[in-house]
């Protein structure tokens, strides 16, 4: 089974803060995501990575950065959290080398910047 | 550009009901596909099904069944005798030629016993 981690389940941080958001993915997947749910918004993409070292800017990157030095892991951070960052994130991995198969979420990390 | 409708926010039914979700997307390429997952509350997506542009058999898993109609844009999603088990949020998403899974926005399925 594919197996998308997340290191946290719930965060709570204070505004300017850096935070990081971590996520690790066992299947050797090439592809890496982060959304940010939010009611009323489904899902939006932040950013993607292909690649180690390779990233592509989503819908809503502002205020986000990412990293991914190693296949399995893929980091966002929040450069200065603010209270408006305040949202449930969600990491995706899947794999293309058989067509646009299904992405695999990890269980969510709902940060709260207070 | 890409996008996906689910017009339906929230949906209750009784249990054993049938209940149908719809979808509806927007896209240029020719070359797609569609997904439907599932959120229960807690919080992971759950994928149920992926079917491509050139594919529009529909589907039945079990109590699941997905109708694909590429000359009205949509991929509904229905599930027959609904159980309890089965409310959660149900959000349905595509791809085309670019890299990002498009989402919609999601339907809450409340399934009261």
């Known amino acids: 089974d594919v197996k998308v981690t997340q290191s946290s389940r719930y965060l709570v941080k204070r505004t300017g803060e850096k935070v990081f958001l971590e996520c690790v993915q066992d299947?050797?997947?090439?592809?890496m995501f982060w959304y940010r749910q939010d009611p009323g918004l489904g899902l939006r993409l932040i950013y993607f990575s292909y690649d180690v070292k390779m990233k592509e800017k989503g819908d809503i990157p502002e205020g986000y950065s990412v990293s991914r030095e190693k296949k399995e892991r893929f980091s966002l951070i929040l450069e200065s959290a603010s209270t408006n960052q305040t949202s449930m994130y969600l990491c995706a991995s899947s794999s293309w080398t058989a067509g646009r198969t299904e992405a695999f979420f990890g269980q969510g990390t709902r940060l709260t910047v207070v | 550009a890409q996008k996906v409708t689910q017009a339906q926010t929230e949906i209750s039914v009784v249990e054993k009901e049938d209940v149908t979700l719809d979808c509806v997307y927007e896209?240029?390429?020719?070359?797609?596909?569609l997904f439907w997952y599932k959120q229960p509350p807690s919080g992971e997506l759950v994928f149920l099904i992926r079917r491509n542009s050139f594919d529009e058999q529909n589907e039945i898993s079990g109590r699941y069944s997905w109708n694909f109609q590429k000359s009205t844009s949509s991929f509904n999603f229905t599930i027959t005798a609904s159980q309890v088990v089965d409310s959660a949020v149900y959000f349905c998403?595509?791809?085309?030629?670019?890299?990002?899974?498009?989402f919609g926005t999601g339907t809450r399925l409340t399934v009261i016993p």
């Open positions: 998403a595509l791809i085309g030629g670019a890299n990002n899974l498009f």
């Open positions: 299947m050797d997947h090439e592809n």
């Open positions: 896209t240029r390429d020719t070359t797609y596909y």
